[in-house]
């Protein structure tokens, strides 16, 4: 019998990439720890052992946390110090953030303290890494982070866990019991040793983790937006004239001009296009939903860029406090300050939701017996006693009302914590999370876009659509049939939207145009 190799992460002295995040926390991938790595940790170790020896004060190794920084801590007391920590800061309240987060958050902070600047020993981090590989997945809540000093309370209930306490997320969502799940799994309890807590803790790692999820995401959902543009376009008799390169040349924005190129390849070889390209009747200009597609969807990747160079130099970052330098000094930083990704996911929730509102533009011109060039109200071929898709564009506009709302920047809603030491945080794991929405409501409105857009190419027959319409209509007939009496359209939306957030769909347009930008 064959067995299925899984892949392999090794986290090296310079981290790890995107993509191997991506494998651990959406794949199955095993998780390594490069020996040199090891070395590195127990270099800045050793600094710590002296650092207790001579017994000054250091800020999390012989003094208390926050407010309590000026607080001296017996040495005796110090791995109790390290312990309490955890279990204060486990103070999430909430629904339990999904598997593949805090696969993220745990594979990150890995990473940081890897990088052999967070004075912990190595048996610690392989701790945490046997965790990830024996699928052990902390429960933790959706509240209880402000994004500085880093995202204190998920990566504390992360923690717990290693210490045999808190919960484990099951597969059904529910919560089991920490000290159960390590002995199914086979492993034992830690316990922590002077600066571990303080370093299990002290870290950007959950909202980086969302963040290049996030970048993931988006960068497909911007090029399924091209997508069903097109097939928007094409259905409503639209010109393809207004993507032609030599426009977008002379306004130089990247994205714009990739935009642009993907959807004038996408309604090339099609009957209905050419049933109309020569027609003086034809509108000398098209509404701004249908020409200005590249500008908007340009936008967004362009921020995407931006936002994917943030988060790349945050993957190359020590984000901990305090840190130990190779010359032996340990040193307090603000670098767990999440204002960087806090910034960055605003930004990018804006860009995606302007995305969707500009689908949602199209569809309602789709359904819309005045302005979508003789197709049927709301695309149904009986409207009157059938409504056709009349509701889906209700929900869209619901969406994009919740995505405006969205919209909102988390990371100026700054509030001071820890008796004003904490004076100014981030929300950055509040953007991130929102962001995140985002994303999947404009999942949704693509979805709408695609199931709008292939009914009324369908309803262009005998006209023969695009090859990228083809293949549309080849993805979703099943799930859409002809066009004619109404359907239960909920399935139908879901099934749209498992369409533009996989990879088949958009594989089999490239297979017939080439690669999307």
Known sequence: MSTVTRPVVTVTPTGITPADLIAVARGNATVTLDPATLAAMATSRSIVDRIEETGRPVYGVSTGFGALATTFVAPERRAELQHALIRSHAAGVGAPMPREVVRAMMLLRIRSLALGHSGVRPELVQALVDLLNADVTPWVPEHG????????????????VLLGEGWVLEPDGGRADAADALRTAGLRPVTLAAKEGLALVNGTDGMLGMLLLAIADAGHLFAMADVTAALAIE???????????????IRPHPGQAVSAANIHRLLQGSGIMDSHRDDLAHAVQDAYSMRCAPQVAGAA???????????????????DNPVVLPDGRVESTGNFHGAPLGFAADFLAIAAAEVGAIAERRVDRLLDVTRSRDLPAFLSPDAGVNSGLMIAQYTAAGIVAENRRLSAPASVDSLPTSGMQEDHVSMGWAATRKLRTVLDNLTSLLAVELIAGVRGLQLRAPLT?????????????????EPGPDIFLAPAMEAARAVVAGQELRAAIEAEVGPLG
């Open 301 to 319: 990747r362009d921020t995407l860029g931006f936002v994917t160079d943030v988060a790349a130099r945050e993957l190359v970052s020590v984000v």
């Open 465 to 481: 659509p695009s090859p990228a319409g083809r293949a549309a209509l080849a993805a979703v007939r099943g799930f859409v049939g």
């Open 145 to 160: 982070s402000l994004g500085a000093s880093g995202d204190l309370a998920p990566l504390a209930h992360c923690a717990l």
């Open 235 to 249: 259905a409503m008799l639209g010109s393809d004239r207004p993507f032609l390169p030599e426009l977008h040349s």
